[in-house]
């Protein structure tokens, strides 16, 4: 099941222009603020001894916040390539 989805993400990728890759690109890092977002509310509810909601989530936090701050990072780059050059 999991080769099926590869390939048809894939496919679907492939078949998306060029110009929409970057708002595919900023849609996703939507997601993700969304993850960090839960992540926060997993470790605000969590009890001060659950040490491993509190370190599972303090890992997400991290790590989507890498991925966030990353993909913006690509995609101002991509956004830079359509703007003309200075003469």
């Not at 048809?8 to 996703?28: Q, W």
């Not at 303090?58 to 913006?72: D, E, K, P, R, Y």
């Amino acid at each position: 099941m999991v080769i099926l989805m590869i390939f048809l993400g894939i496919e679907v990728i492939g078949r998306v222009p060029s110009v929409l890759h970057t708002p595919l690109m900023s849609g996703a890092n939507a997601i993700h603020g969304v993850v960090i977002i839960g992540a926060l509310i997993v470790m605000g509810e969590a009890a001060t001894d659950n040490y491993v909601a509190l370190i599972l989530g303090f890992i997400a936090v991290v790590l989507g916040t890498l991925n966030v701050v990353g993909g913006f990072v690509v995609t101002d780059r991509m956004l830079e390539m359509f703007k003309k050059k200075k003469a």
